[in-house]
């Protein structure tokens, strides 16, 4: 069965990994290295400008999530690994942020490249609409309830 758990500081540089993995799939440019990419992602945990969620496979690391708010969800970075892509862990990592993760939100805000044709199918799957630059979910609309192929890892592994 696969895992979750709230990312801590010491994960910064499986997620700056995580991070480069998702502009690069992306398309997005940036000036950030891996180091820049580590430094600011342990920040923002340290800070607790944003909080995070990180999905395994028995201990390999599969994708995460960097999100804050309480009713209303900014998403910021979501990515499952490419090679655990196209049979459902993706949808069922969202679906279980937003029933075991989300328990008073109202609705999800995220932000996709233009030119990301497959994330924008994928969040489309999902119920998202608008344009890439703003697309929402209301997620009481949507019933969506945790996932079972997830369950939460309470340590850090």
Not at 16 to 41: V, Y
Not at 66 to 90: A, N
């Amino acid at each position: 069965m696969d895992e979750a758990r709230y990312a801590t500081e010491l994960d910064a540089p499986i997620l700056a990994e995580l991070n480069q993995e998702m502009i690069e799939a992306s398309g997005h440019k940036t000036d950030l290295d891996r180091q820049a990419l580590e430094q600011r992602m342990r920040s923002w945990l340290a800070f607790r400008d944003y909080e995070c969620v990180l999905f395994f496979r028995s201990i390999v690391p599969i994708g995460y999530a960097l999100f804050r708010g309480d009713v209303e969800i900014h998403l910021r970075q979501f990515l499952i690994r490419q090679p655990y892509r196209r049979g459902g862990v993706g949808r069922s990592a969202f679906r279980f942020l937003a029933g075991e993760v989300w328990h008073n939100a109202s609705a999800v805000q995220l932000d996709v490249h233009a030119d990301n044709c497959v994330a924008l199918l994928f969040w489309r799957s999902l119920g998202f609409q608008g344009q890439p630059e703003a697309m929402r979910l209301t997620i009481a609309s949507q019933q969506l309830n945790a996932d079972r192929l997830f369950r939460w890892r309470p340590t850090a592994a």
